[in-house]
T-cell receptor, first 115, second 111 residues
Framework: GAVVSQHPSWVICKSGTSVKIECRSL??????MFWYRQFPKQSLMLMATSNEGSKATYEQGVEKDKFLINHASLTLSTLTVTSAHPEDSSFYIC???????????FGPGTRLTVL | SQQGEEDPQALSIQEGENATMNCSYK?????LQWYRQNSGRGLVHLIL?????REKHSGRLRVTLDTSKKSSSLLITASRAADTASYFC???????????FGTGTRLTVIP
């Protein structure tokens, strides 16, 4: 089956630093990838849609200057949390959309802890 | 908001019993999907049902869809302790490739 990887699986950083999370579709090309975040005991919330070769589309309330998304190739999207703060601590999950199955394949997630 | 809602929020059953979770959504859809998430892990896709389908089976899973009521149910038969997880429904309500997730049902299967 389709596989999506994320790196790193977990990261701890100091407040004020930037953290980059990678999302890769390993065995298929994904023109569209999605970034979600999940707070403890809550549902996933869509942050942004990442489109290969164009700017990401952000959901309302998500700061585009804080959560930089780059989808430079058909198999890689990156999310950079800039100037991270403790409230950014969360579980970040990416997914890649595989056409024509109408199915999203999710990465294993990245646990970000900002001290 | 297009976010759906699952009911119940939490469900605890004995191993061997059936578990039923319900999902309601607000907009018209092309398809509805069910996902499973083990604690702290990524989502795993379980099953997709299209808007023109009423019922779908996959192993011990049975999904129904009632578009007139904007609701879906996930039935897990003969539950096992390994089924303990959170289950989410997701819809593509805006016609694009986005998914909008419900709040999830936390299922606990007691051995």
């Amino acid at each position: 089956g389709a596989v999506v990887s994320q790196h790193p699986s977990w990261v701890i950083c100091k407040s004020g630093t930037s953290v980059k999370i990678e999302c890769r579709s390993l065995d298929f090309q994904a023109t569209t990838m999605f970034w979600y975040r999940q707070f403890p005991k809550q549902s996933l919330m869509l942050m942004a849609t990442s489109n290969e070769g164009s700017k990401a589309t952000y959901e309302q309330g998500v700061e585009k200057d804080k959560f930089l998304i780059n989808h430079a190739s058909l198999t890689l999207s990156t999310l950079t949390v800039t100037s991270a703060h403790p409230e950014d601590s969360s579980f970040y999950i990416c997914s890649a959309y595989r056409d024509p199955t109408d199915t999203q394949y999710f990465g294993p997630g990245t646990r970000l802890t900002v001290l | 908001s297009q976010q759906g809602e699952e009911d119940p929020q939490a469900l605890s059953i004995q191993e061997g019993e059936n578990a039923t979770m319900n999902c309601s959504y607000k907009t018209s859809i092309n398809n509805l999907q069910w996902y499973r998430q083990n604690s702290g892990r990524g989502l795993v896709h379980l099953i997709l049902i299209r808007s023109n389908e009423r019922e779908k089976h996959s192993g011990r899973l049975r999904v129904t869809l009632d578009t007139s009521k904007k609701s879906s149910s996930l039935l897990i038969t003969a539950s096992r302790a390994a089924d303990t997880a959170s289950y989410f429904c997701a819809t593509d309500g805006d016609g694009a490739n986005n998914l909008f997730f419900g709040t999830g049902t936390r299922l606990t299967v007691i051995p």
